[in-house]
């Protein structure tokens, strides 16, 4: 889906779309957990506003009518617009999105640091990948929980060193792809007539951006799904990538195997949907992104200081990724997680 034409999105954040279904959450930060009921909402901040999500989720968090009860106790009260002239998608948006981000209500600053004081949470939005870790790290360092949008990073080893400094600082963070939470993905999991998942293919739309590997950019909405059926534990990965298409291949321990399809944007139909393959039966799901799902499991991170997602396995999506991109250099030759250093 082109990232301009997500503003469509705006009117499934008004809760349009099916009941969300968010898994169960890991990691703890008491603080957060044992707010009592009558206490203020927490307060939201953002950084970067060169992305539709801004707006999406800016509206989700000012405005009563689209509150669900997963961010009822959350408030978006100040933003810093950040931006990167040199990266095309930020430069010519983030005057117009810090325009409508600043028409809820919110307060606009003009450094992270003046940011921090000012918020308990802060979702990292910014569009560009390689900006995240150095926009994360005075995050940490001042104790904030993060939600970092997609891409996580853009190399390998800006990932690690987001992990690191999450661990380092005891602050709790995590990121993840809408899809992942999308309506109809999370029930594959565990639908008793599967069984056990002994693979599953995924297909999502893909496309390139400047400075950044090319799953790492768009073609991790479908990594991160097939991480979310499953899980952790992939040993090898083999990738083929022609004009239409690429075709990564992993290899699970005890023998699972999981397909990325990333569908070249303009080459073909595009889409997205995952097909599950278990001990009992097969199922299969083809929802499109949701927003509202995603927010739901911000906010119950926010609230409760857990991440839905291990932070073994955000690693390891970016990690296999990587591997995707090395297999590629390398003619299609299968390459092992373990053989990467970042």
Not at 69 to 94: H, I, Q
Not at 181 to 205: H, K, M, W
Not at 233 to 239: D, W
Request: hydrophobic share 40%; with cysteine; charged share 20%.
């Amino acid at each position: 889906m082109n990232e301009l034409s997500r503003r469509d999105m705006l009117q499934m954040a008004a809760g349009t779309v099916a009941t969300v279904c968010v898994p169960a959450l890991t990691g703890q930060a008491e603080e957060l957990s044992a707010r009592p009921a009558s206490k203020p909402p927490l307060r939201v901040g953002m950084i970067g506003l060169d992305t539709v999500h801004v707006t999406v989720f800016g509206k989700m968090l000012t405005q009563a009518e689209m509150v669900r009860p997963e961010w009822k106790g959350l408030r978006l009260v100040a933003a810093f617009p950040g931006g990167n002239p040199d990266f095309p998608l930020s430069k010519n948006r983030v005057a117009g999105f810090t325009k409508e981000v600043r028409e809820l209500g919110v307060q606009i600053v003009d450094s992270i640091e003046a940011l921090l004081p000012l918020v308990d949470v802060v979702m990292l939005e910014s569009v560009d990948g390689r900006q995240h870790l150095e926009q994360a790290r005075p995050v940490f360092a001042a104790g904030k929980p993060l939600f970092i949008d997609k891409p996580l990073a853009a190399s390998l080893a800006d990932v690690r060193e987001i992990a690191a400094l999450g661990k380092k600082h005891n602050v709790p963070w995590f990121t993840a792809s809408s899809s992942r939470f999308s309506p109809g993905y999370p029930e594959l999991r565990t639908n008793a007539e599967v069984g056990n998942i002994l693979g599953c293919d995924v297909y999502s739309q893909a496309r390139a951006a400047v400075g950044h590997p090319d799953l790492f950019w768009y073609g991790v909405h479908g990594v991160d799904l097939l991480y979310s059926l499953m899980g952790t534990g992939c040993e090898l990965v083999t990738a083929v990538q022609t004009p239409y298409t690429e075709q990564v291949t992993g290899t699970w321990e005890k023998g699972r195997v999981g397909t990325y399809r990333a569908i070249r944007e303009h080459t073909g139909k595009t889409g997205l949907g995952a097909a599950v393959f278990g001990t009992k039966g097969i199922a299969r799901c083809d929802s499109y992104y949701d927003y509202p799902s995603l927010m739901s499991a911000i906010g119950t991170f926010f609230t409760t200081g857990k991440s839905p997602v291990p932070v073994d396995e955000m690693v390891e999506v970016f990690t296999w990724m990587a591997a995707a991109e090395e297999s590629k250099r390398r003619g299609g030759a299968p390459v092992k997680l373990a053989d990467l250093k970042g």
